[in-house]
């Protein structure tokens, strides 16, 4: 398993399944084309940026390059990478048939390739210790109220709103992205003044 501080951006929930399998990163989808109307996720992937950086991940296809495209709108290009799979003609094992363009998509890469991808992006590639220094964990959700218990989802919901994260998010996206944005302290700060607010 490889380390990598960036957080990688990917298409789809098959990509980021893959991508899960070899490296250790946060990994956040965009649902495809979905996300040019997300306001909230575009929201959130710029907060990741400013603070960790991003690796673009699409497939080689079309459909990749427009969303791949509409991101590098979307972010500085100093807070962003790309990570860029070669074409190869094929078709993942799940599916009936090829794609329109008859490519392979990330879903449909060797671990080698996906690695030597993120090597040439420029990807950080770190000790675990380092990764996992300070990390905030659902046992610190339980501790702040946050999952667990009675009210917890409302409490949840008025977090989201304040750090104006998208609203669907489960409670382990939550978790994924405070720990991108925010140290185990600066949460505490941020519940403690949700519970004044709603005292």
């Not at 699409?58 to 459909?63: E, K």
């Not at 000790?127 to 917890?152: N, V, W, Y």
Request: net charge positive; hydrophobic share 40%.
């Amino acid at each position: 398993m490889v380390n990598i501080r960036e957080c990688i951006v990917v298409e789809g929930r098959y990509d980021k399944n893959t991508l899960a399998q070899i490296v250790n990163a946060p990994i956040v989808e965009t649902s495809g084309f979905g996300i040019f109307k997300d306001k909230d996720q575009q929201h959130l992937l710029r907060q990741i940026a400013a603070k960790r950086g991003l690796i673009v991940f699409t497939d080689s296809d079309g459909a990749g390059f427009v969303i791949r495209n509409f991101l590098k709108g979307l972010i500085p290009a100093s807070q962003l990478k790309h990570a860029y799979i070669p074409d190869i003609s094929g078709k993942e094992r799940r599916k009936a048939s090829a794609g329109k363009e008859g490519l392979l998509g990330v879903e449909g890469m060797t671990p080698e390739i996906i690695l030597q991808a993120l090597r040439r992006s420029g990807a950080t590639i770190e000790g675990e210790s380092e990764l996992q220094s300070g990390a905030i964990t659902k046992q610190d959700f339980m501790a702040l109220g946050l999952s667990g218990g009675a009210g917890s989802s409302e409490k949840r919901a008025r977090l989201m709103a304040k750090l104006g994260f998208p609203k669907h998010m489960s409670s382990n996206a939550l978790l994924q992205a405070v720990n991108l944005l925010y140290t185990l302290p600066e949460l505490q700060e941020l519940a403690g003044q949700l519970e004044k607010e709603n005292g």
